[in-house]
């Protein structure tokens, strides 16, 4: 009998839902059908069952083409390429647990990498907001539960994460909102009229850029000080409309993406938006948080943190202490100054998410792509290791965009030998310990375990 | 594993009322035993002082806030960091440690025990991932539970019974070790931007007191018999006058009895009461009432207190008290972190100066350090900073320097700009007290370890206690004139034996040790209404589902789990 | 009429594109979510050109033909939107202004129609990009 | 003054980290010794000689020491970095982080330097013939001690945050910059001779900015409260007074706010 599983987590938006049910064949290795899941997570689930999807290891040839190899080969060649190289650059980690995470920890420490994710080419620049101006956020009960003016400030979650706001923001009923929607009021600021904005009680189509002087002109009404007739393609009444709405709501959320992050001033338009938030406080309660792209893309910047103090671009070349410096130590400054000499894709796509200059950077040294499914980046590496699907195949830890740690469970079982990404980079490392004739450093004393034990009292 | 034994040294073990007598301490596997064979690995420890292992009772050192702390702060690694000792793991950070550096920096100074002093349930597989990324040490952690929906509804109603089956349940759901409570009822009111600020503010909505909230959480553990106390953080922290809050919180265990198996005497504990013993009304007549907090907590049994030092260091500070972050970050306009929980908690972090050219500081600093001098009862006062609240925990081995002299207060306190103010606001001049390793080894084992529960297996030497076992480099009987010597020789441990295995070697990591995290895993009868409501807040307001809540065993893979049957 | 209009070019994500990205980057789906380019109708007049039509974008950083769409959501005249993934980025700047982080939205380009060329596959622009690309794929 | 010459003769395959070329570190030592440091190239040790011909001898104290880069250092981070006195000149470009952290003494560049120049100087001066990349004379991230004292002069343009969390010295870009001047600035003085494009003081909250070209866009936080006549840099004119960020907090004194000060060329 196929079996239905409830209480799946989606391995794809910062949303991460855990409330997915899927149907699993008898022999538990297909997935039959889903529920609850949006359009995109429908397919990822369905996508793990693909006959297409490679199974071993493949090496690129020097005509060009790929041959299979087996797995112990594949980590003999990343071993020994992360140990020649200089400054070899582990990036990635959008679809990853927090499992592997901490594995490559260990390999990256190894190896005198810089271990970067996702977020350098994402919401890196909240990071560097945070590090200037903190961040008063809450977690997404808290907007469900209370928030009766929501913004969202250059972010689209019906096309980015798609149930975002019947889960969470606009429409749920919650404690203290058991209006739903109607108790609501929603501000969209975005340069283009989106499928977001069209929900909004308020569309803000700002002048794409400047977002920064908008949110120099809410604090500005905010302090009670006059503002010029428009500021950036809005007008003063707008602005004054729309500072009121959120001076008056009992909780106020600021929701902010790529419009702030990917644009002129990057972490400033965070950062006063920051500011902007921590004014609202002295007014009413208000929250901001970043819309996360990915499933567990907040989990490298937990993991990296407790283990180095650092959320990204963590460069350990030193081998002594961890470096961060975005601009200097993040994966697309790497490559365009040619300051790496290997590059290990994890769990994400650079071949196609990466600007392509930056790719041919990349491509003029060893080039390994670690990740379940052919991309861009396996279409042009030296060598392709799949792995198994966290969150299909592979249970772990992953942090939602609120940073909440969510455990993913498995429902189906993986390819017969395909490897989870923390074998593999158990497995890496322990070849690398015995290339270079060193003891390998686990934290758990590994086949030592007191199990349970009961106080005797 | 094997056999060891740790020769000649002057050893201090209050909890067997051995004060320095010459003895040889044996160890075989993770247990001290009375004796070893020939062939045991023999350590030298002539002309040192040997102890157990330190119990930190609270400190803040796994999980979300501790974390953001990290991620906020690159510049508290900026030439902050050590260098990495090879082969072991990369070193990060001065007042916020990464996890590696935790572990080692614990381990250096000889403990063996910490207890995470605030868990917010909601993010507990959070705090199991860096307490096994935490080399060595043993760890626990405390879950809030003074502002949960759960809580306050079921004591609002006087449900103690319906209280505990909630609070078994979290703890089991978590994998927690206790019952925390951070600014009770303060931390609710701050979902809406507000505060309580006494004992007796209605809680918004849910028409409760803190004063009822404590009480209530007092009664649910004693019914649940749990190793530890309540552990409590009381309102209005940091704020001049609230000593007298700080009172009125202790008087509501009086005439409350402890019921355990655990020996555990006390019903409360008092948490980092530095920033709780405050007198005047504004910051220019701050000063300390350090002394009638102790003489209160003297006159007491049932009240355990820890410290809260104030270091003088460049710090972070974050609790679960959200209110007191936003206020600190009004004063002194640096980056603010918050986070509010969903029916659970809060949390914020904002960084901090304690300058002790600032008088505020200075007067800071010698409140924690009277409490201490004060305290009648050393095996009920325990050192701690709050870490990294009041100061980074690597500074312990500094308020012991400042505890054993008053040779070092004088030079500390000399060296502020504010000195006198400093000492017309406090009484840490004239106070010549100077504490003993014997109560040294009580305000850091022997009372933490009982405090906790856990004297069955930290806080001793005795045969069949847990073989922890430190090596300090410090002559009982010729103590150093020089105070820098103490707080070197306990910063730095000549050898520390963390459950048999030997971790540090003059200073140094030598081993990786064998980690466990402790939890307590309370058996209530099945009550059905609990089962319920917890079915229905689920689906209706949390937005995380409750099959994937409870932490997962693979997330505590060395687990110490002290079952309790509670009879109905 | 034109021959050229500069405008302001944003990429950012679409449902289409996530859930084709999923699919698979080498689908046919894909390549139809992508390859596009979203402009004002008055942008198109001025440039002379009728919807899907192709264009070449060409930026700072390089040159890519993708279709001319009329908005799925609503752009203003003046900006212009491909959503994110390998045709974007043939033309995403990858100067980060030492954040880290490309110039993936507010940067420069020029359209001009392109009736006659092809637009390429991803695979055969991200092999082509770096020597890897055999006609007929490989 | 004592003269110690590097020359260049070896371009290295990544970029050198170069902390120790300072007159701190070369002074009292021979050039042999110099040569003998040690430099990173990722996690590769090497010595400076591996890259660098070293000759001459420097002073008993980094106060008598010159140094002399006769080549490019287009791939050397950390030139004179934490250097409290003595003078570094570089024929050429030079990469990040020139005279960061430096508390005294003097760094000539002649052609550009790349980004983080200056970040968190303490003292001294750096003069850069050239162009600057981004964040000269800013903090290190998150802290909120940025530039504190000492002065920059780039002769030719530099990019985005400039000054940023900016404490105290001067900052002077003789042509044009880009965006985000002084953000979050608590004192300090930045003047662009050329033109900015915008973002102006964001977020200010006390210090000095000059701008002798335009403003393309003004921060709606910015009010104007008076034309003033002006010397700055040996330039004398008319500026326009403008106050701000209106939209940050500010410190009070006797009573008044005092916020930050933006003087723009009147045209």
Redesign the interface.
Known sequence: MPKWI??V?CPYCGSSC??LEVLVSDDGKKVLETRNACVIGNEIFHHASNPNRPTRPRMRQEDGTVKEITYDEAIDYTAKALLKAKKPLIYGFGSTN?EGM?AVG?VA?KAGAVLDNCASICHGPS?LA?????????????V???ADVVLFWGCNPMHAHPRHTS??SIFPR??FTTKGNMQRTIICVDPRETDTAKLADIHLMIDQGHDYELFDAFRTVLRGHDIPDVVAGIKKEQILEAAGKMKNG??VMIFYGMGCCHTDGRNHNVDIAISTT?DL?SH??A?IMAMRGHYNIAGP???W???????YCVD?SR????H?NPGETSSIDLAMRDEVDCFVNVGTDAGAHFPIEAVRHLKKHPFITVDPNICMASEISDLHIPVRIVGVEEPG?V?RM????????KVVDGPDGVLSDEELFDRVYERMCELTE??P?????RG?????????? | MAEIIIKNGFVVDPARKINGDVMDIAIKD?KIVEKVGSGAKEIDARGKVVMTGGVDIHAHV?G?K???G?????????FK????QA???????FS?????KTGYDYARMGYAFVMEAAMPP??S??VH??I????IIDQGALPVFANNWFVLEYLKNREIENSAAYTAWLLAATKGYGVKLVNPGGTAAW???LNCLTLNDPVPFFDITPAEIISGLMQTNEYLGL?HSIHIHQNSLGTPGNYEITLDSFRLAEGVKANN??SRDSVMHSTHVQFHSYGGDSWRNFESKAKEVMDYINGQKNITVDLGCVTLDETTTMTADGPFE?HL?QLN???????????ET?AG??PYVYDKDIKVCGIQWAIGLELGLYAKDPMRTFITTDHPNAGPFIRYPRIIKWLMSKKAREETLESMKYTDKVIDATNIHSLDTERTLYEIAQMTRAGPAKALGLS??FGSLAPGMEANVVVYDLNFNDMPDDPEQIERAFLRSSNFIKSG?IVVKDGDIVS?????TFWVNARVKENPQVIRDIHEKFL?????????YS??DC?A???????IDVEA | MKEKIVLNMITQRAIEEGQAMEKGKTTPEYFKACSIVEMNPEDMKKLGIWRNTNVRVTSEAGSVIVKAIEPTQYVPPGLAHIRQGVWANQVVPPRTQSTGTPQYSGFPVTIEPAIDERIKTALELVQGAVGLWKEGGN | MALVTLKPYKEPELYLECNNISPDAFAGKTAAEISELEVREGKTRVRLGDYFEVSGKPGDTAEQTEIHIAGDCSRIKYLGTKMTAGSIKVDGNADMYVGGWMKGGKIHVTGNVHSFCGIAMEGGEITVDGNAENYVGSA?????RGMRGGTIRIRGNAGNDIGTFMLGGTIIIEKNAFIHVSTHAEGGCVVIKGDVEGRVGGQMVKGDIYVLGKIQYMLPGFKKIATVEKEIDGVSARFNHYIGDLGE?HPRSKGKEIYANLFVMAS
């Open positions: 409830t209480q987590g855990d409330d927090c901490s260990r420490e990071f945070i590090f200037d101006n903190g961040y008063p956020s809450c977690t997404l009960g808290e469900k539960n209370r889960r969470y919650g404690f009992r909780f921590r406080n009413t309660k929250s910047g937990q993991v943190s407790w283990q180095f103090g650092f959320p350990l081998g002594t202490h961890a961060m830890v942090y609120d940073n909440v740690p969510i455990q993913f469970k060193t003891e450093i686990w934290i758990l004393n030592h375990a007191h199990g349970s034990s009961t106080a005797e009292q | 993770d796994a979300p501790v974390n953001v990290r991620l906020m702060r690159p510049e508290d690694k900026l960091s050590p260098n990495a082969p072991y793991r990369i070193e990060s950070g916020i440690p990464s996890t590696f909601l993010h597989p959070h991932e860096e096994h990324d935490t080399p979902a809406w931007g190793p198996k655990f936003h970050n306009h640096l980056k603010w972190a918050n986070t509010d929980v969903e029916l809060a972090v904002v069955h297996i295995d990786h040790g064998n980690k466990r209706k307001e949390y937005t995380v589902g409750l099959g994937n932490v997962w997330l893979p060395n687990p110490y789990v002290i079952d | 290190y991230r998150g802290d909120w907090r």
